[in-house]
């Protein structure tokens, strides 16, 4: 079995990662697996669609007329030539929202070709006008037709036309022209989402796998020595992670946090600090890592992960402090809470006061330890990267049969 993967980046950022190791692994099970991007980081042996220059001028067109993906029309007849070349026997979709692609272009020619193509919800772009998300603008227009976008000028801006009408229409009429479409969600949440879309109403098959966690170097280490080193060996440790930190990943909430918390406590954020804002000494920054045994220390020395996102389709680094045997406490909004099992932290309602300030004394009120066992056995039944890929293998194989 061949199978072609495009996405919009290979090796970094989330997706990029993930699609290297589900490249990876696939080729370790028999299956070619081969993958287009439009920033390859220097991979050869990945196809690169388009160049910067490219991805400029379609961002600048996107912005200009409101309608994403419908420009790099060249890019796309070479891509769509490669595919000719390469045969594969399945087509799967990513991240394509990344001004790359002409996806009516793209899709028009897997109609056509009757190309089994399978597509990875890593968030709602698929299935609206635009959105990549919408649960806080609370707009649900995408379950019939989408029109007079309340997020026109947010992501991907739209600077003076609102063109999500048409947009979701053709995405509509595209996506259920694929005889052979299959729809993967990361969560139920978003699995969910779509199966009320129009887009879904002739898919084959409709289904969540997560994301998965590399459980060979996400796993509870020895930490003792490094909170020492860290002057941090008496304290309560509550962990946050993101890329770079500001006000969309929650550092207002954190900073607040901070004022609250008893002196036996302290905050640890990993992750890329914020300009000009100046931390309480109960605040420690150590700045963004990119190596997965250093992440996997920090989550196994803390007590606690905190996150204050309430617009998730998975929660990746959730994922992670849990199979380092850390608990969460989250937002019991969109997907978060499916990554909080049982014993596994808590979920808590957006609107109770202080609600995640309690959750955390209350875990620390039980202790981690008891908590523990539970985080480490939910992310190794739900996120194993060999069995992830196991289940993509039989979808392939289901959707070509």
Not at 329 to 335: G, L
Request: glycine share 6%; aromatic share 10%; proline share 3%.
């Amino acid at each position: 079995m061949r199978v072609l993967h495009i996405n919009a980046v290979y090796k970094r950022y989330s997706t990029g990662r993930s699609l290297m190791e589900l490249n990876e692994d696939l080729n370790a099970n028999g299956v070619e697996s081969y993958c287009a991007c439009s920033r390859t980081y220097g991979c050869e042996n990945v196809y690169q669609i388009g160049n910067e220059r490219s991805i400029k001028t379609h961002a600048l067109m996107s912005r200009l007329t409101g309608m994403q993906g419908y420009f790099s029309k060249e890019n796309t007849r070479k891509l769509i030539k490669y595919i000719d070349e390469l045969k594969p026997d399945i087509v799967h979709l990513h991240n394509l929202h990344a001004n790359f692609i002409n996806l009516p272009m793209l899709l028009k020619y897997l109609a056509k070709n009757d190309i089994p193509t399978v597509i990875s919800l890593y968030d709602c772009w698929f299935f609206t006008g635009k959105c990549m998300h919408y649960t806080t603008a609370g707009c649900y227009k995408w379950e019939t037709l989408c029109h007079d976008c309340p997020q026109l000028h947010e992501g991907n801006d739209s600077w003076f036309f609102d063109r999500t009408k048409k947009v979701h229409s053709d995405r509509i009429k595209l996506f259920n022209a694929i005889p052979r479409l299959a729809i993967v969600g990361i969560s139920d949440w978003v699995t969910n989402e779509c199966r009320r879309s129009p887009i879904a109403k002739n898919a084959k098959i409709i289904k969540r796998e997560y994301l998965w966690i590399d459980m060979e170097k996400f796993t509870p280490v020895p930490a003792e020595e490094k909170r020492r080193e860290m002057g941090i060996e008496n304290k309560f440790v509550i962990i946050g992670v993101a890329e770079q930190w500001g006000s969309a990943k929650g550092l207002p909430q954190f900073l607040e946090l901070a004022e609250k918390i008893s002196d036996d406590k302290v905050i640890l954020l990993v992750g890329n600090p914020a300009e000009g804002v100046t931390l309480p000494d109960n605040v420690i920054c150590i700045g963004r890592t990119n190596s997965q045994q250093e992440l996997a220390l920090y989550y196994s020395l803390a007590d606690v992960f905190v996150t204050f996102s309430y617009q998730e389709t998975f929660g990746k680094v959730s994922a992670e402090a849990l199979a380092c045997g850390t608990p969460v406490v989250c937002y019991n909004s969109t997907a978060c809470p499916e990554l909080v099992g049982d014993n596994c932290g808590k979920a808590v309602n957006i609107d109770e006061k202080d609600g995640i300030f309690k959750a955390i004394n209350e875990i620390a009120a039980n202790g981690k330890k008891s908590y523990s066992d539970s985080c480490v056995r939910f992310a190794r039944d739900n996120f194993s990267r060999a069995n992830i890929t196991k289940e993509f293998i039989k979808l392939y194989e289901d959707l070509t049969q």
